[in-house]
């Protein structure tokens, strides 16, 4: 049986990872942009350091977005690791204090295609650091602007004697900001999901949970770990969506599950998903738009070459998904986002 919960009365805009097109993801930099672009929302990615702070990274695994590789004091803790049942090899998180952290810097995630000018310029940041950024942001330009944090490999990190749930509960419960900004939890795993549905009842209304899905064939690796067979997939059909609601207060889709994309550029039909998920009360929360043509559908690219930065092609995919119905989505550039909306 699903809770009764409303429906978004706006389509919102969330800073994926800030606004990472313009500075490196996940720095107060890019959050500052995402805000100053429009954003209704900001999202950082949550891991664990060595002494169970939560920081706020793409992966665990730091090697790509820091300069790790740069400290001569940390190449012996280069390793490889299994991550969600995949070997990666590289520096993470959870082998490093805090204080460790906060000597590296952050790096572009997507060199080839976005440059290395604000390479070495930003520190990692917390979760509190983030908070607070906001709360002040927030105040200075006089709207409520909520956080969507996601637990990334959340199995992985309790496996290690790391669990992220009530430290992230304990942390959004000890900013004022956070008790009563919107705030909206995301995982691609569904155990941790429940258990925090089960810590925050009815008490904290402002603090919705958003379930991540991924390629309709994989499993959430707590279901991996459990022996079990759901898959997203299952997870998209009408029951599994009633299933979702039970706990959940939205999905998180890839882009192409509410509309496929055909082979020669063009867009598909939508989906039932929106429908579906709309008719059990979920929002829906597609990801990633992302401006350059690597990135779009074909029938919104401009040239060839997947580099070229189509803002005005974002713009028209992104309305042609407002006009499937969703109720929120992520991008990378939040002012196309805002534009596509402000042009409705």
């Not at 983030?130 to 200075?140: G, L, Q, Y």
């Not at 008719?279 to 070459?305: I, K, M, S």
Request: charged share 25%.
């Amino acid at each position: 049986m699903s809770r009764e919960k409303p429906l978004a009365a706006r389509v919102g805009v969330i800073g994926h990872r800030g606004a990472p097109v313009w500075r490196p993801e996940h720095t107060l930099a890019s959050y500052a942009r995402a805000i100053a672009d429009g954003a209704d929302f900001i999202e950082p990615d949550l891991v664990m350091s060595r002494d169970g702070v939560l920081v706020v990274r793409h992966e665990n695994e730091i090697g790509t977005t820091t300069d790790v590789a740069e400290h001569p004091g940390f190449a012996a803790r280069r390793t490889t690791r299994t991550v969600d049942g995949q070997a990666v090899t590289g520096w993470f998180s959870e082998d490093f204090t805090l204080a460790e952290l906060k000597t590296l810097r952050a790096r572009e995630r997507l060199p080839q295609l976005r440059g290395t000018a604000c390479d070495g310029e930003f520190p990692i940041a917390t979760l509190e650091e983030v908070i607070d950024f906001v709360a002040t942001e927030s105040a200075a330009c006089g709207r409520l602007i909520g956080i969507v944090p996601e637990l990334k490999h959340g199995t992985h990190f309790r496996q290690r004697g790391l669990p992220m749930e009530d430290a992230l509960l304990a942390t959004l419960m000890a900013h004022a900001y956070t008790r009563t900004a919107p705030v909206e939890i995301q995982s691609f795993e569904i155990g941790n999901l429940r258990y925090l549905r089960q810590q925050l009842g009815d008490c904290h209304p402002d603090i919705r949970l958003l379930q991540l899905l991924d390629a309709p064939t994989a499993q959430p690796y707590d279901v991996v770990v459990a022996g079990g067979t759901l898959d997203y997939a299952r997870m998209m059909t009408g029951e599994g969506l009633r299933d979702v609601a039970s706990y959940a207060d939205a999905i998180g889709p890839d882009l192409r599950a509410v509309i496929p994309w055909n082979a020669d550029g063009s867009l598909g039909l939508p989906t039932r998903l929106v429908h579906d998920a709309h008719a059990v009360g979920l929002e829906v929360h597609p990801w990633t738009f992302r401006p350059e043509n690597q990135f779009l559908a074909g029938v919104f690219r401009q040239g060839d070459d997947p580099r070229t930065l189509n803002r005005s092609g974002l713009v028209a995919q992104i309305r042609a998904y407002l006009d499937a119905g969703i109720d929120a989505f992520f991008t990378d550039d939040p002012a196309s986002g805002r534009q596509a909306l402000d042009a409705r």
